[in-house]
């Protein structure tokens, strides 16, 4: 098997490639059978009113499945009147947290978000 190529530590890298095969991982990803509710309860939210909201939208892969998570994604951004979106070119979910330069971009995002929140700030009114 080879390792996805992340901007990790050689020795982060593996312990992260290992725990990516185990029982615990995937029971994880499933969250059991509370899914079903997530996603009813997920259904039901029609405003997150003007709490300032910074949606990420990764690029990769350019295949349906990712279509649809994004314009899922930029819809969440509309529900918060302070909301938006950024579209992260040639990212994936994943290197979102485990490569530097996209790693840097949610970390950017994140104090973003902060920033607004105590300066009462429309994230929706910002550009690029």
């Known amino acids: 098997m080879e390792l996805p190529t992340f901007d990790l530590p050689e ?5 992260s490639a290992s725990y990516s095969v185990t029982p615990r991982f995937f029971q994880s990803l499933l969250q059991g059978d509370s899914m079903p509710t997530v996603f009813q309860e997920e ?3 029609t405003s997150l009113g003007n709490i300032p909201l910074l949606v990420l939208v990764a690029t ?3 295949n349906a499945v990712r279509k649809v998570w994004n314009q899922a994604n930029i ?3 509309g529900l918060s009147t ?3 979106y950024r579209i992260v070119e040639g990212a994936t979910h994943i290197s979102l947290a485990y490569r530097k330069d996209d790693a ?3 970390i950017d995002g994140i104090l973003e978000v902060l920033a607004a929140v105590r300066n009462n700030e429309d994230l929706s009114q ?3």
């Open 126 to 128: 910002r550009t690029e």
């Open 43 to 45: 259904r039901e939210v």
């Open 75 to 77: 819809e969440m951004a």
């Open 82 to 84: 302070h909301g938006s």
């Open 104 to 106: 840097q971009v949610c």
């Open 11 to 15: 020795e982060a890298r593996l312990a």
């Open 60 to 62: 990769e892969p350019d």
